[in-house]
């Protein structure tokens, strides 16, 4: 039926997870590999439902090591590809995160957490993955995570998250959760023409003059397809431009510098956040997703109790906003962690805060949601 059914454009009523397909529909994938778990299903049913809409591919793979495999094959193959996955599926998809990592593979991961650890909570909320996201794989890498706090952000984050990956070459993770992949609200789709699919940076070099690894002016590799004539090597083995093996410590140093360097020089361009009442503030709440939902009514409290208040919304969690809270910590009292952990991001924070800061976690396992009188209460000792 071709391109016309990519955007729906218009109002909708869509749960989160839903919004995420939608999302991917919206930002050019054709291609979905994946296996069911809750509670991301139905990112994978919907996909099932549209690409055949507009010519592209489901495939439900016998489990989360090959989808991730397929999605990576797929994105070699010239697609746009994308997978989606909670808590246990995650982890098994860590080592071939960091094949597409290593081969420098646009590609989209949508975690929708749930409580763990093992099988955990599969009905129920958490966010338990986070700091897997950035150290799941093993080595040395950057990452790029989204972490959406709506439905509406669920359609942006995804569409967005695909604009991330063709753009720095790299896996781009989408870190969601049970409440908001499961809540239904209002979803605002824009006309096509608002929505351009970002495109894939293609080399102009022929077959034999083509390094498939050779770093462009802005840090970032070309890239080519599969079947358009040009004979390269993709291995997950340390590799010098070639994509060949090298294994010694010279190519292992220039190879992870360089998949490091091209997130870190754009960290300013990458890291997206909310500041709500920063200025004058004498404690600033910091979260993302559902937590950060949850500490809107517990700011709103605390303005009441006549505290000065303020919060700081992680919409990128990874890389870190290191720069900001590091800025943040001199001008607060606190620093007041909200999270549905026992401190995976929290840890970060206080890093950066250095001794500038106090810090304090407003932990959480996961099952439900805070409640806002016990973030209220942890806010009423950081403003002392």
């Excluded at 991917?24 to 055949?52: D, N, Q």
């Excluded at 190879?255 to 020089?265: F, Q, T």
Aim: negative net charge.
């Amino acid at each position: 039926m071709g391109e016309d059914k990519r955007v729906l454009t218009g109002e909708h009523f869509l749960n989160g997870d839903h919004a995420s397909a939608e999302g991917a529909m919206a930002a050019g994938c054709k291609f979905f590999g994946g296996y069911p778990i809750t509670p991301s299903s139905e990112i994978a049913e919907r996909m099932s439902e549209r690409l055949p809409e507009v010519g592209g591919i489901y495939i439900q793979m016998e489990d989360e090591l090959a989808s991730m495999n397929a999605i990576l094959g797929a994105a070699w193959g010239g697609w746009k590809t994308m997978t989606c996955t909670s808590g246990p599926g995650f982890s098994l998809m860590m080592e071939n995160l960091g094949l597409g990592i290593v081969l420098e593979t646009p590609t989209v991961l949508v975690n929708i957490q749930r409580g763990g650890p093992s099988t955990g909570l599969p009905t129920l909320v958490g966010q338990a993955d986070m700091m897997q996201a950035r150290w799941g794989s093993h080595g040395d890498y950057e990452i790029i995570a989204l972490a959406p706090s709506s439905p509406q952000e669920m359609f942006d984050h995804t569409y967005k998250a695909f604009g991330l990956a063709e753009q720095y070459r790299v896996p781009v993770l989408v870190m969601s959760d049970e409440c908001v992949g499961h809540m239904t609200e209002k979803v605002v789709i824009p006309p096509a023409d608002e929505l351009p699919v970002y495109p894939r940076r293609y080399t102009k070099q022929k077959p034999g003059e083509y390094l498939p690894f050779q770093v462009g002016k802005d840090g970032i590799p070309d890239m080519v397809k599969a079947g358009d004539g040009y004979n390269i090597h993709v291995t997950g083995l340390t590799h010098d431009e070639r994509g060949y093996p090298v294994i010694n410590a010279e190519a292992q140093d220039v190879m992870v510098r360089h998949l490091m360097d091209k997130i870190n020089n754009n960290r300013d361009k990458i890291i997206e956040v909310q500041e709500i009442d920063i200025e004058g503030a004498d404690a600033v709440i910091v979260s993302y997703g559902i937590s950060s939902r949850t500490c809107y009514r517990a700011l709103d409290m605390a303005r009441e109790a006549g505290l000065k208040v303020g919060m700081y919304r992680l919409v990128t969690v990874w890389p870190f906003p290191e720069r900001q809270i590091r800025e943040l910590a001199k001008k607060v009292k606190s620093l007041v962690m909200v999270e549905l952990n026992f401190g995976q991001v929290y840890y970060e924070v206080e890093r950066c805060a250095c001794g500038n800061a106090r810090t304090y976690l407003v932990p959480h396992a996961g099952g439900d949601i805070h409640d806002p009188a016990d973030i209220l209460a942890v806010l009423k000792e950081a403003v002392k």
